[in-house]
Nanobody, 117 residues
Framework: QLQLVESGGGLVQPGGSLRLSCVAS????????IGWFRQAPGKEREGIAC????????NYLDSVKDRFTISKDNAKNTVYLQMNSLEPEDTAVYYC??????????WGQGTLVAVSS
């Protein structure tokens, strides 16, 4: 059973950068879509970036499109989220996920990103 473990969160000042990593216990190639969600305090979880096996390019939430980059390393079973020009509004718990072709979704435990001066 696939397990996902995120890391790389922390406290950063506005304008700063962080890179989140998500290591899977199995091969991402067995999954239809991998990506990242986030959940800010008092708000619903929202999808921010994903890579699917059929799309040519990744998909991004509009508010992060020019600042965040998702990438994956199949050899390391790892997906990354490079976050630049961070804003206080980016403060949230970030979760990686993998959606199987069956529609079943696996989630990581989350990593906290706090953007504050």
């Amino acid at each position: 059973q696939l397990q996902l473990v995120e890391s790389g969160g922390g406290l950063v000042q506005p304008g700063g950068s962080l890179r989140l990593s998500c290591v899977a216990s199995g091969a991402f190639t067995n999954y239809y879509t991998i990506g990242w969600f986030r959940q800010a305090p008092g708000k619903e979880r929202e999808g921010i970036a994903c890579i699917s096996s059929v799309d040519v390019s990744p998909n991004y939430l509009d508010s992060v499109k020019d600042r965040f980059t998702i990438s994956k390393d199949n050899a390391k079973n790892t997906v990354y989220l490079q976050m630049n020009s961070l804003e206080p509004e980016d403060t949230a718990v970030y979760y990686c996920y993998a959606e199987a072709y069956s529609g079943k979704t696996k989630w990581g435990q989350g990593t906290l990103v706090a953007v504050s001066s």
